[in-house]
């Protein structure tokens, strides 16, 4: 089973949706429409770069990484790549089957699910007027990594209201 948050644009807008009214311990089948779930095919997200870009030549129908976007090779020809940077689900109608095994209520397993999903490492102590969370990853001195750092803080804030983030650790 995975732990997820609900209504915090962690999943698709469809799924997070139909996930927050429904019963516990019961199965569900839903299906979603490209809108819901991955969104409608865009052709601006189709590009063609130079086959200089590339490390290695790609080959057509696997995936590279372009620019820190995930993107599969359309065709490679005369020194072009064709790419296309949309998801292999949009404009598809998705179907999900799944089952709510329980809902968390406890403010510092909410942190906890949280930290995980932005794979975090994290120690937290619930007090009677807030929560006090220490963030013990090393990651944070890079740049990128602070970035998740600051969206999880506000994700945390959003979810739990009052906390406090220890710097020490």
């Known amino acids: 089973p995975a732990e997820i948050c609900v209504g915090e644009s962690i999943l698709v807008d469809?799924?997070?949706k139909e996930l927050g009214n429904k019963e516990v311990n019961k199965e569900y089948v839903i299906?979603?429409?490209p809108e819901e779930?991955?969104?409608k095919r865009d052709a601006s997200l189709i590009k063609t770069i130079s086959l200089l870009s590339?490390?290695?030549a790609p080959q057509n129908g696997t995936f590279?990484?372009?620019?820190?976007?995930i993107a599969r090779v359309i065709n490679v020809s005369g020194g072009r790549v064709l790419i296309d940077l949309n998801s292999p689900l949009a404009g598809k109608t998705v179907t999900y089957k799944f089952k709510i095994n329980k809902i968390i209520e406890e403010k510092d397993k909410k942190v906890k699910v949280l930290a995980k999903i932005f794979n975090l490492n994290?120690?937290?102590?619930a007090l009677d007027t807030k929560m006090i969370i220490s963030i013990k990853d090393e990651?944070?001195?890079q740049q990128r990594e602070k970035k998740i750092i600051d969206t999880f803080?506000?994700?945390v804030s959003e979810l739990v209201g009052e906390c406090e983030f220890d710097k020490h650790k």
């Open 14 to 16: 469809g799924l997070d």
């Open 31 to 33: 299906n979603l429409k």
């Open 37 to 39: 779930a991955f969104g």
């Open 54 to 56: 590339f490390d290695e």
């Open 64 to 69: 590279v990484n372009f620019n820190g976007l």
């Open 122 to 125: 994290v120690d937290v102590q």
């Open 139 to 141: 990651k944070i001195k």
């Open 153 to 155: 803080k506000d994700k």
